[in-house]
């Protein structure tokens, strides 16, 4: 897979309070990725990005909330999350800690 498919297949991480509690017990992050991302590009992307050592990707097709407007239905985006779990003594900072 060529360098620029990486950085097109992770679109960002996706920080909640559940993605924060499965990061704690399973050393697991979220990310938003392509929705025609596979789970091997996932673990190429977030091994080659982050240099770190990937277990295992759980995909997730979020689909989009239907919300009430005063013009009647509409509809968000359906999206697909990534969970990664890394091996023991692996993890990701996303902002340096001062």
Not at 4 to 29: C, D, F, M
Not at 37 to 46: F, G, S
Not at 51 to 58: A, P
């Amino acid at each position: 897979m060529n360098l620029e498919r990486h950085y097109k297949v992770i679109l960002g991480p996706h920080v909640t309070e559940k993605s924060a509690r499965a990061g704690e017990q399973s050393n697991a992050y979220a990310f938003k990725v392509a929705p025609d991302a596979t789970k091997p590009e996932i673990r190429a992307a977030v091994e080659h990005l982050f240099g770190v050592k990937v277990q295992g990707v759980t995909t997730v097709n979020v689909k989009g909330k239907v919300k009430r407007t005063m013009r009647g239905l509409s509809r968000k985006k359906n999206w697909k999350k990534a969970y990664v779990r890394l091996e023991e003594g692996h993890e990701i900072e996303f902002a340096p800690v001062e």
